[in-house]
């Protein structure tokens, strides 16, 4: 006994059209969030801080995406670089490294710019680093700047974000 199945239907090609074009919109949209997500973000706002006479290019991370993406995904930081990630208002600040590549040392910073407390973070590591009070800013730097240029909790940043409070 045998089974004849119906005739397959054929779509209108308007209709063949407008599918193959959700379903390229659909690949697209899949691809494209893995590719922007694990994208290292280097074109967001700077500011030019000092610590004592050492001058840092600070990129700024105020918005809710920028200091959640922070410094993930990059492969490499010059030394005179970082972060500096700018909150609403003082809050116990708490950092991790989920890919994160970089070992990097947190600074939580008072809004005058005093250092409250560091925190030196290893990469790829959902370990917590909090402020020890309620801070506005931390400033991200390659593990070790900090501690080779003598910089300790007390040590008063100068910028433009901290002459503002």
């Known amino acids: 006994m045998s089974t004849t199945l119906p005739a397959p239907r054929r779509l209108p090609a308007s209709a063949t059209r407008a599918l193959a074009v959700l379903l390229g919109a659909a690949f697209a949209l899949a691809a494209t969030p893995a590719t922007a997500q694990n994208a290292p973000q280097l074109t967001l706002q700077r500011v030019e801080l000092s610590a004592g006479m050492h001058r840092i290019d600070a990129q700024v991370a105020q918005s809710a995406q920028e200091r959640q ?22 809050s116990v600040q708490c950092f991790w490294m989920k890919n994160t590549l970089l070992p990097l040392t947190a600074a939580f910073v008072a809004d005058d710019g005093t250092i409250v407390n560091l925190a030196d973070m290893k990469p790829q590591t959902t370990e917590s680093h909090c402020s020890a009070k309620p801070v506005r800013y931390v400033l991200e730097m390659n593990q070790g700047w ?18 503002r409070h």
């Not at 993406?69 to 003082?90: C, I, S």
């Not at 900090?146 to 002459?163: D, E, N, Q, T, V």
């Open 69 to 90: 993406t922070g410094l993930m995904f990059r492969p490499d930081m010059p030394a005179q670089e970082g972060m500096l990630f700018v909150f609403e208002q003082p």
């Open 146 to 163: 900090f501690g080779k240029k003598g910089i300790k909790a007390g040590f008063k940043l100068s910028g433009a974000p901290f002459s």
